[in-house]
Structures are given as C-alpha cells and as structure tokens.
C-alpha cells in the first residue's frame, strides 16, 4: 500500500492509497478516495492536525504490462468509476513511482517548476500562508521564504489563504496613495519613501514593484474566490504569483474578471472553466468561512505563515527568520 497526498482543500483532505493486486492471470490498482478533517486540533494520523473520516470514491484502473502510473497521470490511461474488471497479463511487474503531482500545493523553489517525483529525497515542510493579493509584503514575504526553501535545501507544502486588507473597498477602488494616507496618516513623503523601500527590497529578491501616481488599492474578493476554486484545479500557487506580478508589476486592476482571467490563464487554468468559477458564486461561501477561520484564530494582519501547524509568524520577517524556523520543523521532525 502507498499513499500520496494529491490535493487539499481547506476542509478536506484527499489522499490516494494505492493497493496493487495481482495474482498468476489477473492485476488491478485500486485507488481510493479518503477524506480527512483538517485543523481537527489532532495528530494522531499520517498528517499533523488531520485524521480520516469517511471513505469515498472508488477507482479501478487496468494497466498493459508495459504501462505505469506516470502514464495515468500524463493522460494516456482512460480510468474512472466502474466494476472490477480482469486483465490478463504477461508480466506483473509495475512500477508506481510517479503519480503525484499535478498538484501545485507541493511547492517547489524558484525557479524549479516540475512536478515533484517519488525519488526526491528532500525533506518537505508544511506552510500556510495568509494573504491579500495587494500586499507588498506577502510578496516579499513569500520570497524571502523561498530563499530560506533554497538555503536549507527543502520543499514546501504550500497553501494560500486568504485575507481582504480592505474589505469595504468600492468597486471603483481608491488611488493608493490617498489610501494609504488615509489609512495610516502617512504624508506623501512617507508613502514615496515607502515605495522607494519596497521597490529595492522587491529588486533584491528578483520581484519588480512599479508604483506610480495612478497606483490603485482595489477590492480582492473576486481574486480570493478565483484562487479558491484554483486550489480544487491544483493550481492555487501559479495563480497567485500570476495575481502578484499583474497586480503590483503590470499596475493592473485585479478586481475586474477580465484581469483575473487572464492571470488564470498565465497559471496555466482554462479560462473558460475560471470564467465559470467567477460567476457562479460557489465560492463566496467557502472563501468567507475560510476568512473568519483565520481571524477567530488571531490572525489580523499579512502575510501569516504558519509552520507545521504550530509556528505562527506575521509580517515579512526575513530569510533567516524563516530559515531558523524550517531547521527547527526538520528538527523537530527527524
């Protein structure tokens, strides 16, 4: 039996258990669909805070003698729900070293982008991170963690959730700069000498801020519920460095669907099927349960990063800050 994590959801675990079968005439896979509860507040199941709770979907799928797995995952294997059925073989020898990962949340450093395998020997460390898609600091927050990823030579399970800086935010959006003043009662010196900062801090981690007067501060709820249904896609991470470099490099507008839409296609998401995401309002629900989780738990400013599930760290607090912490997981862990 082997076990594989391929996605998650905020409530839902899937995991799929292989259980290979074959005896002189006959072989079959069996993939089974298990949901787990997550942030349950137990840790005593295969992963930290979860456990199972019921069993769902039954799979069978039948492979030639010269078929894998990895031929299941690249397409070339038609499976679905259906009776057992018999195949008779030559050889019973199968290797099922490859299906995983089509699942983006098994994160990768930059600038890796392939799946990951079975034979990768890194360790992996989980991470949660809050935020809101028109916060500088998440960005630079997320690639100060991903040179601490590169540093300590480790993966991420990486799951983003989501946050709204300005909930309240018109559709028409406010000028960021007025905003900000607002907000914080900076003058315009301070708020230049704060986009002087970001810009050279974004500069150093390889990420380019370009602020400038007609710089806007928009409503991200849309964004959240698009990323939200990106998860389910297993494109969650792709989508929201797509939402990053439109929103803060491109000095676009990412609370209008055609904006969204096209950073959905960037991360490699069918438009059509995040059009219908958008506009179905299947999301709303989920994104707001999922915002008031993170908010009774504390959590009141961005980014949040949550190690393990047991290192809560706010704000961007630097690559040795968060390379300390992946040490002490893996200590922790060994």
């Not at 019921?54 to 009776?83: K, M, P």
């Not at 460390?125 to 601490?148: E, M, Y």
């Not at 309240?168 to 230049?192: A, D, F, W």
């Not at 500069?203 to 806007?216: I, K, P, R, V």
């Amino acid at each position: 039996m082997r076990k594989y994590c391929v996605k998650v959801y905020e409530t839902v675990e899937i995991t799929v258990i292989f259980f290979e079968f074959h005896s002189e005439r006959y072989c079959f896979y069996f993939l089974f669909s298990i949901t787990y509860k997550i942030w349950c507040g137990r840790e005593d199941s295969n992963f930290h805070g979860c456990y199972p709770t019921a069993t769902s979907t039954l799979r069978v799928y039948q492979f030639r003698h010269d078929r894998t797995a990895n031929d299941l995952v690249e397409g070339r294997i038609d499976g679905g729900e259906q009776d057992v059925k018999r195949q008779k073989t030559s050889r019973f020898e199968f290797r099922v070293a490859i299906l995983i990962c089509t699942a983006d949340r098994v994160y990768f450093p930059l600038p890796r982008s392939q799946p990951m395998t079975a034979q990768d020997p890194r360790p992996i460390v989980q991470i949660d991170i809050v935020s809101d898609i028109v916060c500088p600091w998440c960005t630079v927050g997320f690639r100060q963690l991903d040179l601490a990823l590169k540093e300590q030579n480790v993966l991420a399970n990486l799951r983003w959730h989501p946050f709204e800086l300005n909930p309240n935010m018109p559709p028409e959006g406010q000028n960021l700069r007025e905003h900000i003043m607002e907000k914080y009662g900076s003058t315009v010196e301070q708020s230049q000498q704060a986009r002087d900062r970001l810009t050279q801090i974004g500069a150093e981690l390889g990420f380019t801020f370009n602020f400038n007067d007609d710089s806007q501060m928009v409503n991200t709820f849309a964004a959240h519920q698009l990323l939200d249904w990106a998860e389910t896609q297993g494109r969650q991470h792709p989508l929201k460095m797509a939402l990053f470099e439109a929103y803060f490099t491109n000095q676009q507008d990412v609370s209008q669907s055609e904006v969204l839409l096209d950073a959905a296609q960037v991360a490699g998401l069918d438009r059509d099927a995040a059009h219908a995401a958008l506009t179905s309002g299947d999301h709303i629900a989920p994104v707001r349960q999922k915002q008031q989780f993170w908010t009774s738990r504390g959590v009141s400013g961005v980014p949040s990063m949550v190690f393990e599930g047991k290192y809560l760290v706010t704000g961007a607090q630097g690559a040795e800050t968060y390379s300390d912490l992946l040490q002490r997981c893996l200590t922790e862990a060994a």
